[in-house]
C-alpha cells in the first residue's frame, strides 16, 4: 500500500479527505494526518510517505515551506496542493516546487478524488519492471519555457467568475471548461501559427507568441488578445482578462511570466475582460509595489468595515495623499482598490457585485480633475464599501448560523469540533461567529453543542443497548467521566440512573 500523509489545519477538511472514499481501493492507505506543517516535517523525517496531500495556508509552517525544506532533504513524495479559489498564486509556487497536481477544497467529493487517485495511478505509482516507482513528469509553465528558443512574448488568461463558472461547468473542469476553451483557441489562424496555448489549470491558460517582427509586436498581440477573447465569449458565453509581456528570450520568459501574474492584479480596475499589458502598466506596478507595504492595512479595514480599525488606516492614508502630486494620489488610490479586490478574492467574494453595473475605476478616477475631487470621491467609495459589507453581513448572518446548526448536527461526533471549526466552516471570524450564535440562539455555541450531545446521548440510551463508553464516544466524548459529568449536569441525573428510570417507565 502506497503511505498517505495529509496536512491541513482544519480539522473538517481532514476527516473530509480521510472518509470521502475506500483509500484502500485504489492502492492507498491514510498513515498520518497533522494540523501542521511543523508536526509532519518531523514525521516525514523518520516515516515513510508516497504522497502529501497539504494545504498552502497553515499558520506555524505553511505547504510551500514545508515542500521546500523536504525536497531540500530529498525526502520530498509526490505533493498534492490542497487549495481555495484564492490561493492560485501559492499553487503556481508548489508546482515549481515540485508539485504533481492540486485540489480545490470547495470541489472536494468522492468523483474529484477518486480522478485524482486514478490519475495518479495512471502516470506515478506504476511499478516498472525494476520495481521501482515512475518519477513523475515535470508539471507547471516552467517546462513549457525552457523548450523554446528565440523571441516570443507570453500572454496570462484568468478566466473571470470563477466561482460562477465552476458551478456552470460541473466537478470535472478540465474536460469541459478547459478543453473546449485550447480547442477553440487553437482554430484561429494566427495562434496555429506562432502561437503555443496551454492550461496551466481550468481557470489559468498560458500564450507563447512569437514576436516575428518586435516593431509590430504591441499591436499584433492586443490584435490576438481581443480576438481569443471574443471567441471564448462568443462560443462559451466565458470572460477572460489578460495580462501580455514585451517579447523576451531565454531566461528572461521565466521573469515576464512572474510579472505577468502582478499585471493580473490590476485587471479590475478596467472589469472582466480586461487587458493590461506590461508596456502600459509599468508605473502602475511600481506603485501596486509600494501601496502593498503601505495600505494593507486600509484594505482589510474596509473590507471588514471595521468603524475604529478604518478610521485609524483612513487617516493615514490621506496623510500619505496629501504629500503626492495629483496624478500621482489618482495612482496611488487605484492601488488601493487592487488590494481591496485581493481582500475580495482571499475570502472568494465577488469584487465586481459592489456595483450593480460594470465600473472602470480608471475612467472614474480619471475624469477627476484635482486632489480635493479624489479626496470626496475616495470618501464616497469607502462608504459605499463599507455600507455594503455591513449590510451583506446583515442578510446574510441568519442563513450562517442556521448553516452552522446543520454542520454542528452532522459533526456532533467529533470530538475534536470547536467552535473555531464552525467559524471557519461558515466563513466568519472566531469572535464574531461566536457572539451572532448567542445572539441568534439564546444561547452559547459550548451550550448548545452540549445540549445536542446530551440529547442525542439520551435517545441512544432509550432505543439501543450500547454501553456507556460507546454512547459516550458516539456523541464526541473521548472520556466516559466527562460525558457523565456533563450528562448529570445537563438532567440531574447519572447516564445509568436515568436509563434505569426510562426503562422502568416503559
Known sequence: MNQVVIVDDDMIVRVTLRSLLDWEKFGFTVAADFSGGKAALEYLKHHRADLLVVDMKMPDLDGISLMEQLQAEGKLPVTVALSGYNEFELVRQAFRVGAFDYLLKSDLTSESLKKLLDNLNGQIFLENCSGEKKVPASVGSGALLETLSGMYGIVLFEIDDQKRQAARFGPDLAEQLGKPVLELARQLPRVAAKGRLESIDPFHYILLYQAADPNQYHHTISSVIRQLQSVWKDYMNITLSAAASEPYEGAMLSQALEKNYQLLKLAVLSGRGALCTEWECKEELKALSVCQEQEEGLALALYRADPVF??????????????????????????????????????????????????????????????????????????????????????????????????????????????????????????????????????????????????????????????????????????????????????????GDYRKSHRVET
Request: charged fraction near 25%; include cysteine.
Open 310 to 495: 478604518l478610521q485609524q488606516e483612513k487617516q493615514k492614508f490621506f496623510c500619505r495623499l496629501e504629500q503626492m502630486e495629483f496624478w500621482e494620489g489618482c495612482r496611488y488610490s487605484l492601488m488601493v482598490i487592487v488590494l481591496l479586490a485581493g481582500c475580495f478574492a482571499q475570502y472568494e467574494d465577488d469584487f465586481f457585485a459592489l456595483f450593480p453595473e460594470e465600473v472602470s475605476y480608471r475612467e472614474k478616477i480619471g475624469r477627476l480633475t484635482c486632489s480635493r475631487e479624489l479626496e470626496l470621491w475616495l470618501n464616497n467609495y469607502f462608504r459605499w464599501v463599507t455600507d455594503y459589507v455591513e449590510n451583506r453581513s446583515r442578510t446574510c448572518q441568519p442563513d450562517l448560523i442556521v448553516k452552522a446548526k446543520r454542520f454542528l448536527g452532522d459533526n456532533y461526533s467529533n470530538p475534536e469540533l470547536t467552535l473555531k471549526s464552525a467559524a471557519d466552516f461558515v466563513g466568519l471570524n472566531e469572535k464574531y461567529f461566536s457572539s451572532r450564535f448567542t445572539k441568534e440562539s439564546g444561547m452559547t455555541f459550548s451550550a448548545y453543542l452540549t445540549d445536542l450531545r446530551m440529547q442525542k446521548a439520551k435517545n441512544l440510551m432509550i432505543t439501543t443497548d450500547f454501553k456507556m463508553y460507546e454512547i459516550s464516544e458516539r456523541v464526541g466524548y473521548h472520556n466516559t467521566e466527562h460525558f457523565t459529568r456533563m450528562f448529570k449536569r445537563s438532567f440531574g441525573v447519572s447516564p
